[in-house]
Each structure stands twice: as C-alpha cells, then as structure tokens.
Antibody, heavy 118, light 109 residues
Framework: EVQLVESGGGLVQPGGSLRLSCTAS????????VTWVRQSPGGGLEWVAI????????FYADSVKGRFTISRDNAKNSLRLQMDSLRVEETAVYHC???????????WGQGTLVTVSS | QSALTQPPSVSGSPGQSVTISCTGTTGDIGSTDHVSWYRQPPGTAPKLMIYKVINRPSGVPDRFSGSKSGNTASLTISGLQAEDEADYYCSSLSGRVYVFGTGTNVAVL
C-alpha cells in the first residue's frame, strides 16, 4: 500500500524557519517525482515545489522561490522542505504527494500543519 | 503563476449532472494535456479523479468525465450522488510548474 506521511509542522514566528519531512512507503520512491502542496485554513490548494527522482531537478512556485528548498534522500525514502523567512500568510497544511507516471498527483499524505504567528 | 478560475459553487439534485469549468490561459491549460481534477471532502486529503484531461484512474466511477476546449477545462459529474459533495480542484502543468484552480464546492440538494 502506498503511503506518504508528513511530519515537522508546528508553530513558528514570522521570519523563522521550519523543516518538513515526508516518509514514503509501498512504492519505489526513487522512480517518482514528488511534490509539496499547501492549503491555508479554509482556503484552496497551492502548489509549492517539485523534485525529480534523482533530486537533480527542482522547480518552485514564484511565491516561495529563494526561501524554500525541496530535497530528497532516496536511501531513506524521504522528501524534505526547508522553509525560511516564513510569513504569516503561509500558515497552512502542507501535503506531500507523488506525481504519477501518466500525470496528476496520484497519492497524497494527510498533511502537517504549519502555523506562522507571533 | 495565477490560479486557474473555477466557479465558487455548483449544485444539483441527486441523479442530475453538473459541470465545473476551469479557465486558464494559453500558457497553462491552452498548451498542455496535463490537466487534472481532484476531489476533497472536508478534512481529508485530495484525491485524483481525472488526469491528462480525460482519463480516470482505476476505481473512479465513469460518472466522472473530463474535457478541454482552448483555455478551459471541464469536469462533468453525471448521476449526482450524495457522496459527491466535496470541493473540487483543477490543476494544470505549465512547463514544469503546476497551478491549481480556485476550487468549486459541489452541493447535492
């Protein structure tokens, strides 16, 4: 069974940093692109970043470019998101998801809540 | 990277059909077949319902169908059921960057 489990969320002050992790199981992790998607309370989905199977290609939403860094450790089946200079409006549930071979994000984690507040 | 435009809400009675539109630009929907649709009931993670405009993943009922014309994609739910009540989001690939729609709440009357 494919599973994605996020961790690392919590309360952080504006301007602070946080690192999220996503542990994958049930599939060959290093064969897939994986991504982060966030959802603010009561809001819609917002794509954040994506990384290639070998970690060599990374793409970001304009809103996080230069502040967030996506990375992966294929030996540990782990995806990470380093978030720096966090803003109040980035309070959200952060989901990791797998990009299917034929398109779309076919498996999602339940998400981890990040609260940016003083 | 502006969000794709969806109607805030649509509704229908059980058994009816509803269609959700998703309007983008020539830089996203208009230039790719990588358009997807997701269903998200309250408090749950999104679920992939349609990929590459018209394709349904295994297990998704054939009541769900997708289409695209120009810069607008659409999701049609036929034979509406109570379990279809949820938020629905479209998504498009633009280069190697994704953009989601603003989301549509489907209500079953």
């Amino acid at each position: 069974e494919v599973q994605l489990v996020e961790s690392g969320g919590g309360l952080v002050q504006p301007g602070g940093s946080l690192r999220l992790s996503c542990t994958a199981s049930g599939f060959t992790f290093d064969n897939y692109w994986v991504t982060w998607v966030r959802q603010s309370p009561g809001g819609g989905l917002e794509w954040v970043a994506i990384i290639s199977p070998d970690g060599g290609e990374k793409f970001y939403a304009d809103s996080v470019k230069g502040r967030f860094t996506i990375s992966r450790d294929n030996a540990k089946n782990s995806l990470r998101l380093q978030m720096d200079s966090l803003r109040v409006e980035e309070t959200a549930v952060y989901h990791c998801a797998r990009e299917g071979y034929v398109g779309g994000f076919d498996y999602w984690g339940q998400g981890t809540l990040v609260t940016v507040s003083s | 990277q502006s969000a794709l435009t969806q109607p805030p809400s649509v509704s229908g009675s059980p058994g009816q059909s509803v269609t959700i539109s998703c309007t983008g630009t020539t830089g996203d929907i208009g230039s790719t077949d990588h358009v997807s649709w997701y269903r998200q009931p309250p408090g749950t993670a999104p679920k992939l319902m349609i990929y590459k405009v018209i394709n349904r993943p295994s297990g998704v009922p054939d009541r769900f169908s997708g289409s695209k014309s120009g810069n607008t994609a659409s999701l049609t739910i036929s034979g509406l059921q109570a379990e279809d009540e949820a938020d629905y989001y479209c998504s498009s690939l633009s280069g190697r960057v994704y953009v989601f729609g603003t989301g549509t709440n489907v209500a079953v009357l």
